[in-house]
């Protein structure tokens, strides 16, 4: 009697463990001749937004489950240091380029001119000088005057040769222009200049935050007043374009799919209805079943990840959403641009 209910008791665990994995199996996965069935969940991108400078935030424009759009102005910064430092900047670049403009103009008439004359000068005063020592020295050998006065006329007509030669070369310096290495010297600050100007205008248009792309606002993390900084998320944006279903396929039917195939995606919240899709990514390496769908009898089954695109037009998935894919076998493979049109 006792054996016969042992063997009832192991039949009973027999069939209660074939259950649970006909359950895992008729939940995650179905097959048959024409088509592949898959569950998992709708999945989407999130991207952190923060500011690519540090201020203080001025105003935020988007609310928590507010839609945004490509280029629309979600948050602003204190702009009245970065405004300043572009005005700095600009004037610093304004002042070198008429450096630039001056040395690369070289002298102007009038300065060679006032060379000129300066030259003109020196050359008259030194003649004057050379022939009043010649003088000086006719009346020292005549014993009228000291050797003395003779040799400081000397020293003087020396010292207005000297300033003439000097004003001869100066007048050569003004008639050449600026050295080329000056001008070079000079560009290259004004291309500095020019950079750093960039630089803050760059500062300044930074200090606009704006959605990259369409989505939702999921999280509004900072408020006016807060320091931003890039370390520092201002928003959580969920982008809704695109939007998949992440399932997992087995090795046996891995073989039967390709990207591009057309799929249909159906949930527990729409009955009835049914949203365009593709097989967008297949993973090219396995992975143990995640721990979301893991039972004992299954734990260390190898899968692959699979990504199945879905049209949206209604904006009706959800993040995380129960989905079924249904996926016709046998189809060649499709291009997946305008899929969603008309959909």
């Not at 998992?40 to 991207?47: L, S």
């Not at 280029?71 to 670049?93: E, F, I, P, Y």
């Not at 003088?135 to 000297?162: G, I, N, P």
């Not at 944006?237 to 990207?259: E, F, M």
Request: net charge neutral.
């Amino acid at each position: 009697m006792q054996q016969k209910i042992i063997i009832i008791l192991i039949a009973a665990v027999a069939l209660g463990t074939s259950g649970t994995a006909a359950w895992y199996f008729s939940n995650h996965r179905a097959v048959s001749a024409d088509a592949l069935t898959l569950y998992g969940n709708v999945d989407i991108r999130q991207v952190q937004l923060a500011f690519n400078g540090s201020e203080r935030i001025a105003q935020m424009q988007a609310r928590e489950g507010e839609p945004v759009k490509q280029g629309q102005l979600l948050a602003t910064l204190d702009t009245v240091r970065l405004a300043s430092n572009v005005d700095l900047q600009q004037a610093q670049l304004v002042s070198q380029q008429q450096v630039v403009a001056r040395l690369e103009a070289g002298s102007r008439p009038e300065e060679i001119l006032k060379a000129q004359a300066d030259v003109d000068a020196a050359r008259i005063a030194a003649d004057n000088s050379t022939h009043s020592y010649q003088r000086l020295q006719a009346l020292v050998l005549k014993h009228f005057v000291a050797q003395q006065q003779a040799d400081d006329a000397l020293a003087a007509a020396d010292a207005a040769q000297a300033r003439y030669h000097a004003l001869q070369e100066t007048l050569k310096l003004v008639q050449m222009g600026p050295r080329k290495e000056d001008i070079a010297a000079a560009k290259a600050m004004l291309n500095a200049n020019k950079a750093a100007l960039e630089v803050a205008r760059k500062a300044l248009a930074d200090a606009s935050l704006y959605a990259p792309d369409n989505g939702i606002i999921q999280e509004r993390i900072l408020e006016p007043g807060d320091m931003a900084s890039p370390q520092r998320p201002v928003y959580t944006l969920a982008l809704t374009d695109p939007i998949w279903v992440r399932a997992y396929v087995q090795g046996p039917d891995l073989g039967k799919l390709k990207p591009g195939m057309g799929a249909e995606v159906s949930t527990d919240s729409y009955p009835g209805k049914r949203y365009r899709a593709w097989v967008g990514y297949i993973s090219p390496t396995a992975e143990f079943t995640p721990k979301s769908v893991e039972t004992t009898e299954v734990r260390s089954s190898l899968v692959y990840q699979v990504r199945i695109f879905v049209c949206n037009p209604q904006d009706e998935l959800r993040l995380g959403m129960p989905a079924t894919v249904t996926i016709p076998l046998g189809q060649p493979p499709a291009p997946d641009a305008s899929r969603c049109q008309n959909s």
